[in-house]
């Protein structure tokens, strides 16, 4: 266990908790409110597919996708928080066990399991039949798999800045102890991920082994090291600073300091047309609308509504970021239709 307290201490012994310098984080995927109540209209029963391969010669197989519930923009917005809770509860039960006290760790791994399980209850689940048939029609194989897009953004700055700090010094250290180099901790991260079913299992494990607090400590470092992913994306790091612009913006118009509100926006449009430039040209468009709209609201800061506008901006600013794969989404496709990203080339 030595190799895991110099993971989880600094040089001086001390507990690495919340001590990086910078990180800068995206929010995820923030939608309108009318669209978010058109979301609730849709079928509970989302989407149903049927691929059917092989010649039948002699097998065939059929694979069905049943995908029921619905995540709204609200919901999405709920789901990000809770986790960005559980990887918080995680991080406070990790400090518990360092300080050699299971029973102060027990009560935030409680709280992150129930937690986990009522974002289980807002993603959708997809069902997955795979039947495989003979030459005759006679069915020789069925497997259902019940599967949920379960990698989840964590966004609200603040938040995640609290929540996501002990992530990175804990995969700073763990990087040190096999004598890797990180790259600059200045890095402009666009998407920060948690792996539900990672921590979820990780968290299990530790809950069971809390009279093992050496063992109970070495799945929870796990979970923060491997759980959590920080993604970076050369093409999405504009829109960060779009982001950051049009957050300040927004907040200057609130505060009545129109020339500093319309110096963000300027700025806000020169990374916009930085992230343009990477586009094709069909995409390429709607970043162009947005940049027009900037410089049409620009002389009219002191309007009733300005600062609704400009968090209209953002918002179709960062419903452009890159989604991973098994990440948890707005579901409702007339909604994901009024929000399409540009595609990237």
């Known amino acids: 266990?030595?190799?895991?307290?110099?993971?989880?201490?600094?040089?001086?012994?001390k507990a690495v908790i919340?001590?990086?310098?910078?990180?800068?984080?995206?929010?995820?995927?923030?939608?309108?409110?009318?669209?978010?109540?058109?979301a609730k209209e849709v079928d509970e029963q989302?989407?149903?597919?049927?691929?059917?391969?092989?010649?039948?010669?002699?097998?065939?197989?059929?694979?069905?996708?049943?995908?029921?519930?619905?995540?709204?923009?609200?919901?999405?917005?709920?789901?990000?928080?809770?986790?960005?809770?559980?990887?918080?509860?995680?991080?406070?039960a990790v400090k518990g066990l360092l300080d050699q006290d299971p029973d102060a760790a027990r009560p935030?791994?409680?709280?992150?399991?129930?937690?986990?399980?009522?974002?289980?209850?807002?993603?959708?689940?997809?069902?997955?039949?795979?039947?495989?048939k003979g030459a005759d029609g006679k069915e020789v194989y069925r497997d259902v798999d019940k599967v949920q897009d379960d990698r989840i953004s964590l966004y609200r700055g603040m938040i995640a800045m609290e929540v996501v700090e002990p992530i990175i010094d804990a995969k700073?250290?763990?990087?040190?102890?096999?004598?890797?180099?990180?790259?600059?901790?200045?890095?402009i991260h666009t998407a920060v991920l948690a792996d539900l079913s990672y921590i979820e299992r990780k968290l299990n494990r530790a809950s069971a082994l809390l009279d093992k607090p050496d063992e109970a400590l070495a799945h929870l470092a796990l979970a923060q090291t491997r759980g959590v992913q920080l993604v970076v994306n050369e093409t999405d790091d504009p829109l960060v600073d779009v982001q950051h612009a049009l957050r300040l913006a927004e907040r200057m118009v609130e505060e009545g300091k129109h020339e500093a509100a319309q110096d963000n926006l300027r700025l806000a449009q020169i990374q916009l047309g930085?992230?343009?430039?990477?586009?094709?040209?069909?995409?390429?468009?709607?970043?162009?609308?947005?940049?027009?709209?900037?410089?049409?609201l620009m002389p009219k800061t002191e309007d009733k509504g300005a600062?609704?506008?400009?968090?209209?901006?953002?918002?179709?600013?960062?419903?452009?970021?890159?989604?991973?794969?098994?990440?948890?989404?707005?579901?409702?496709?007339?909604e994901a239709e009024a929000q399409k990203a540009p595609k990237k080339k």
């Open 1 to 13: 266990m030595k190799a895991l307290h110099n993971l989880l201490h600094n040089k001086d012994g």
């Open 18 to 38: 919340g001590s990086i310098a910078l990180l800068a984080l995206v929010l995820f995927a923030a939608t309108t409110a009318a669209a978010a109540d058109k």
């Open 46 to 92: 989302r989407d149903e597919s049927t691929i059917t391969t092989g010649s039948g010669e002699r097998y065939q197989t059929t694979v069905e996708r049943q995908t029921t519930g619905d995540l709204s923009a609200q919901d999405l917005h709920q789901v990000s928080l809770l986790t960005s809770r559980i990887v918080n509860h995680l991080n406070d």
């Open 108 to 132: 935030d791994i409680e709280k992150a399991q129930g937690l986990a399980k009522i974002v289980r209850e807002l993603l959708p689940v997809t069902t997955v039949t795979t039947v495989v």
């Open 172 to 187: 700073e250290n763990a990087a040190a102890l096999k004598g890797l180099r990180l790259a600059d901790a200045n890095v």
């Open 274 to 296: 930085t992230y343009r430039a990477l586009l094709g040209k069909e995409a390429a468009k709607v970043v162009q609308k947005l940049e027009d709209d900037i410089t049409a």
């Open 307 to 334: 600062a609704e506008k400009i968090r209209e901006f953002w918002e179709r600013a960062v419903s452009w970021f890159r989604e991973q794969p098994g990440q948890a989404h707005i579901v409702d496709e007339q």
